[in-house]
T-cell receptor, first 112, second 116 residues
Framework: QKEVEQDPGPLSVPEGAIVSLNCTYSNSAFQYFMWYRQYSRKGPELLMYTYSSGNKEDGRFTAQVDKSSKYISLFIRDSQPSDSATYLC????????????FGQGTELSVKP | KAGVTQTPRYLIKTRGQQVTLSCSPI?????VSWYQQTPGQGLQFLFE???????NKGNFPGRFSGRQFSNSRSEMNVSTLELGDSALYLCASSRGQGGLNTGELFFGEGSRLTVL
């Protein structure tokens, strides 16, 4: 069993829809939780970063962390075709530096 | 501000050869991490360097090695290439202040290696 599980999709939604992306994890010691977005033939770019449980909002994006359930989510409101990309969740332990554990990534397509 | 730069972007090698990939981090960033990305395994951590010292290492064989220079630039080397080494190799940099990273990594566009 992988430390971080993420449904690879693909996920296809119409423009303007609310998108929900999720990851579960098994290691309760994870402290930092991130969402990265990766366009085709590009490197991942950091979208959201959270520490410990709770919600964080940035524009159309909301990240949620529920450490008791070992479950994290990313919500995208009013989705746009430009949001079409692969979304990767990632986690790390305290003071583990640049060692992130990534989910498999969910491929999202937003249709006009 | 320039981003993370990786060279070469594409390369083709044959089994048994060796390859060296280069990474220039964002100016001021002292930590460089390397990842391998494949369709089957996703993104997997190779190693991290901070101030020229390897700080973390993933579960890859000894054929995979790296180093960091005093200007924070980094190289990774793969010796005795195997078909399964075909992948996108990504470099990421972060500030690494006080030796503590919080996962805010900035990735380059990667070096796509094909092993024939």
């Amino acid at each position: 069993q992988k430390e971080v599980e993420q449904d690879p999709g693909p996920l296809s939604v119409p423009e303007g829809a609310i998108v929900s992306l999720n990851c579960t994890y098994s290691n309760s010691a994870f402290q930092y939780f991130m969402w990265y977005r990766q366009y085709s033939r590009k490197g991942p770019e950091l979208l959201m970063y959270t520490y410990s449980s709770g919600n964080k909002e940035d524009g159309r994006f909301t990240a949620q962390v529920d450490k008791s359930s070992k479950y994290i989510s990313l919500f995208i409101r009013d989705s746009q075709p430009s949001d079409s990309a692969t979304y990767l969740c990632a986690m790390s332990l305290y003071n583990q530096g640049g060692k992130l554990i990534f989910g498999q990534g969910t491929e999202l397509s937003v249709k006009p | 501000k320039a981003g993370v730069t990786q060279t070469p972007r594409y390369l083709i090698k044959t089994r048994g050869q060796q390859v060296t990939l280069s990474c220039s981090p964002i100016s001021g960033h002292r930590s460089v991490s390397w990842y391998q990305q494949t369709p089957g395994q996703g993104l997997q951590f190779l190693f991290e360097y901070f101030s020229e010292t390897q700080r973390n290492k993933g579960n890859f064989p000894g054929r995979f090695s790296g180093r960091q220079f005093s200007n924070s630039r980094s190289e990774m080397n793969v010796s005795t290439l195997e078909l399964g080494d075909s992948a996108l190799y990504l470099c990421a940099s972060s500030r690494g202040q006080g030796g503590l990273n919080t996962g805010e990594l900035f990735f380059g566009e990667g070096s796509r290696l094909t092993v024939l």
